[in-house]
């Protein structure tokens, strides 16, 4: 059976830092794609950060390029996303998925994670 969970959520302050983890469970990250997705109330759901299969190259689109990292522990078969510098329209559900070899899309993966909240705010 395949599971995704999502954990390190929660309440911080503008500016400051949290480190999401998803273990994955039932398949193997040297032959499935993780991306993380988030979404925020009333908005589309937006992927973020994805890292590869293979050569676990990263792709980190525009709104969190320069603030969020994504990195991966095969051993451990948990992929972490690393958020600096947050910002309040940075709150959100924030989701992994995953795809075999791709990068999932937002509505087009094999397996989704149920989330986990972060909420950045004074």
């Known amino acids: 059976q395949v599971q995704l969970v999502e954990s390190g959520g929660g309440l911080v302050q503008p500016g400051g830092s949290l480190r999401l983890s998803c273990v994955v469970s039932?398949?193997?990250?040297?032959?499935?794609?993780i991306g993380w997705f988030r979404q925020a109330p009333g908005k589309e759901r937006e992927g973020i950060s994805c890292?590869?299969?293979?050569?676990?190259?990263?792709y980190s689109s525009d709104s969190v390029k320069g603030r969020f990292t994504v990195s991966r522990d095969n051993a451990k078969n948990t992929v972490y996303l690393q958020m600096n510098s947050l910002k309040p329209e940075d709150t959100a559900v924030y989701y992994c998925a995953t795809r075999f070899i791709k990068c999932p899309s937002r509505y087009d993966y094999d397996y989704r994670g149920q989330g986990t909240q972060v909420t950045v705010s004074s």
């Open positions: 890292i590869s299969s293979s050569d676990g190259s990263t």
């Open positions: 039932g398949l193997s990250l040297d032959y499935y794609a």
